[in-house]
């Protein structure tokens, strides 16, 4: 049978509706185009998103990864995908079902899990690679058949092509899903010509079947990228103890108070491989090419995984068994280039792993005993199909997963393959099976008889109760990392007497500690910058004083920190006494602050505003609610304020930019002061627990974006060829990635031995500076 996908784009650009039976919801609920992209740091704001099912009782849909090489074999992988689902819908017995039709009976929607376009990922949403390497592949599915993405390595590079360590090119592919469709077929310029790609934020979740209410499946996509060890980001936007955070109170959340019959997370980094990336805790062992962890003897980790146990996953690990195990029902990844579907282990509960990496590659096995299989097929590009049934209400689901196998350039079945523009470009041969039931052993006989399935079955089971972990965050049992902002009102009354500030300055020092280099540096820098500049210098001192606290409150922290690690013991009460020390500072910086923005007059009137925030942050740092906070240990009372003058800061150096006159200079001070505070936030909230490595990864990736800042913000770049601009940031980038990936190590294991240490981040950050021209 020959597909034509010149006519399938056909039917996607004047549109196919539902057919061959009545959605279960009414209606597909997508993110695209007129939709509201999320905020990455709220993921609240992310569009609800519900694919349409023709039986709410019956959910089927294809799970394949690594699948964007743009290769022959990823063409033929889409074919193959599309036959399937046809058939199956066929095999429904409907009969005068058309090409499209069959195949939304046989297959709701895709899971892509990650490594969505080798090697680099993209560079813009108009990047042809979304078309060569995604688009063109899957043409033979109606238009409208979402595929619910989660983003890889090789979709986040940096520096080399699957370091992971460029997440903010990984946004292009969020983007892309609310990029417009080429509605033509024929613009050249623009690779999306359908509504397929579903990525509506770094992590999110979706339901089908059943009811919105009560549905049938929830899935959770997970961004692991930063959380799953590799080549580190420095960027703060994503580090462990901010971004890392985040999802995983998000996902506990989200499958503690899910309804659905059964819950399903997908993501692109394994807990559980026998290919050669192998097991989370494990994963790639360079030292020693061992086979790695095995179900027989989960405690004998690699000799990389103890000297490395970031780099080894260790991390991901600790979070995926403190957010998904026992929980999920089962966990899709990709990452191992091959097909398996893996059983249940203790550390891990009921959850059982399908892993589906050969959309686009394939690799050889690691190990094949090193977990207990179900189905693995290894050398083979394939994908997987499952269909989730039930009953009645009183029934649990079924889980039946079925293996496909694909090889292409030989076999009886062609598929006609079109350029960006439309137009005819080759046709391809392929031939595809499913992967029939392996002879079982002993042990999987044993394991399918104990749980009543069959090879290619999974009834929905209970949770066996495991024991609660909170190894990956770290928080104590009140838990200080929550950032929800306190409504403040402007009080009738004056702020503050005039005796107080005095005394509070008097009671406040600079503060020593290992950023005093960036500090010195920036002063050497602004300082001209500042006195050269016709905008009123007393506002362009107040934002220069506010990225000096920021810092300052920064040493403090990472002093406690590190006298946390050295004194156990004595680290709630090291903790109490930094908190405090911040709560001063930030008094202080209040009552600078009301002297400088006294009044509206004279200021430039993109910063007219600055009195009235002044005020605002004023009263939240000396209300009784923020003085009080470090002893009732809720540190959002001390993040707030931070946030609401950053917001300020960011909205006045938004306006400036857009004004005339001089105000390049005062609007690069003010977003410089507006990261600033952001990053100090991400520090306070690492003080609600003892973990020196979720302080370290937020110092680290503070600094970065500093020196960014400073580099692009406040160096005189405007002026320089946009090569150099745009390459400008690139030594501190690599240089900061660096140090984040010498300390994770260092900081990672003493948050487990609770060791003295010696941080290395100031010798290491001097050279950052030194690289930039920024210190001697």
């Not at 523009?421 to 042990?443: C, H, L, M, W």
């Not at 002093?559 to 709560?583: C, K, N």
Request: net charge negative; hydrophobic share 40%; aromatic share 6%.
């Amino acid at each position: 049978m020959k597909i034509m996908i010149q006519s399938a784009l056909l039917v996607g650009v004047i549109g196919i509706s539902a057919c061959g039976g009545s959605s279960s919801n009414g209606g597909a609920q997508l993110a695209g185009p007129g939709t509201s992209q999320p905020d990455i740091n709220n993921p609240d704001t992310t569009p609800v998103v519900r694919p349409a099912t023709v039986d709410a009782n019956r959910v089927r849909f294809l799970v394949v990864g690594d699948a964007g090489s743009g290769t022959d074999a990823q063409l033929a992988v889409g074919a193959a995908m599309a036959d399937v689902c046809e058939a199956k819908g066929r095999a429904t017995g409907r009969t005068g079902l058309t090409r499209a039709e069959a195949i939304r009976q046989g297959c709701q929607f895709v899971l892509g899990l990650g490594d969505n376009i080798y090697e680099e990922g993209t560079r813009s949403v108009s990047d042809p690679q979304f078309f060569d390497k995604f688009e063109r592949a899957y043409l033979g599915f109606p238009a409208d058949l979402p595929f619910f993405m989660v983003s890889g390595n090789h979709d986040n590079s940096a520096f080399f092509g699957g370091d992971g360590a460029g997440n903010a090119r990984g946004e292009n592919q969020v983007d892309y899903t609310y990029a417009p469709i080429d509605t033509t077929g024929t613009d050249a310029s623009n690779p999306r010509k359908t509504a397929r790609w579903q990525m509506p934020s770094r992590y999110y979740k979706f339901s089908a079947g059943g009811t919105p209410a009560k549905p049938l499946l929830e899935f959770f996509a997970i961004d692991s990228n930063q959380v799953a060890g590799g080549f580190p980001d420095a960027s703060p936007e994503y580090s462990y103890s901010t971004y890392g955070l985040r999802q995983l109170n998000w996902l506990k959340q989200g499958m503690a108070t899910s309804q659905a019959r059964m819950k399903f997370a997908f993501a692109h980094h394994p807990y559980l491989s026998n290919g050669e990336h192998g097991n989370a805790g494990n994963y790639d062992d360079l030292i020693a090419a061992e086979a790695g962890q095995s179900t027989a003897n989960p405690l004998a980790p690699s000799l990389q995984a103890l000297l490395l146990p970031v780099l080894a996953a260790q991390r991901y690990k600790d979070f995926l068994e403190e957010a998904i195990c026992d929980k999920a029902d089962v966990y899709f990844n990709g990452h191992d280039h091959d097909l398996q579907w893996l059983a249940s282990v203790p550390s891990c509960g009921k959850t059982e792993f399908i892993v589906s990496g050969a959309g686009g590659k394939q690799r050889a096995v690691g190990d094949e005993d090193r977990n207990l299989a179900r189905l693995q097929r290894y050398d083979q590009y394939g994908f997987f199909w499952v269909e989730v049934r039930v009953a009645s209400n009183d029934a649990r689901p079924l889980l039946t997963a079925e293996m496909y196998e694909v090889v292409d350039g030989e076999g009886d079945r062609q598929a006609d393959i079109v350029t960006i523009d439309g137009a005819p470009d080759k046709t391809i041969n392929y031939r595809f099976s499913r992967v029939q039931d392996e002879t079982t052993s002993d042990a999987l006989q044993a394991y399918l008889v104990s749980n009543n399935d069959s090879a290619n079955t999974l009834t929905a089971r209970d949770a066996v109760g495991l024991q609660s972990t909170n190894a990956f965050s770290g928080l104590p049992a009140n838990n200080c990392q929550a950032t929800v902002l306190p409504a403040f009102d402007l009080p009738s009354s004056p702020m503050v007497d005039d005796a107080m500030p005095a005394a509070r300055r008097a009671n406040v020092m600079p503060a020593a500690g290992p950023l005093d280099p960036l500090q010195q540096a920036l002063n050497v820098g602004l300082s001209p910058r500042i006195a050269a500049s016709s905008s009123p210098q007393n506002m362009l001192n107040a934002f220069s004083r506010i990225t000096q606290t920021s810092l300052d409150i920064a040493d403090v922290i990472l002093v406690a920190s590190t006298d946390s690690a050295r004194q156990p013991q004595s680290a709630a009460a090291l903790q109490e006494a930094a908190g405090r020390d911040v709560l001063s500072r930030m008094q202080v910086l209040g009552d600078e602050l009301g002297q400088a923005f006294a009044t509206s007059e004279a200021l430039p009137s993109a910063f007219r505003d600055m009195p009235i925030a002044t005020q605002q942050y004023r009263h939240a740092v000396t209300s009784n609610r923020a003085m009080d906070a470090c002893q009732r240990q809720d540190l959002s009372a001390v993040v707030a304020p931070l946030v609401m003058l950053s917001r300020s800061l960011v909205a006045a150096a938004e306006a400036a930019e857009q004004a005339a006159g001089d105000t390049p200079v005062a609007s690069g001070l003010a977003r410089l002061a507006a990261n600033a505070l952001n990053d100090t936030t991400a520090l306070i909230s690492a003080l609600g627990t003892v973990q020196s490595s979720a302080i370290n990864d937020a110092a680290v990736g503070a600094v970065n974006r500093l020196l960014r800042n400073v580099v692009v913000g406040v160096l005189p770049l405007d002026q320089a060829p946009a090569e150099i601009a745009d390459n400008a940031t690139l030594p501190g980038d690599a240089l900061s990635a660096a140090v984040l990936a010498a300390t994770r190590e260092v900081t990672f294991r003493v948050d487990q031995l609770l060791a003295p240490v010696l941080s290395p981040i100031q010798q290491l950050l001097s050279t950052v500076l030194v690289s930039l021209g920024l210190a001697q």
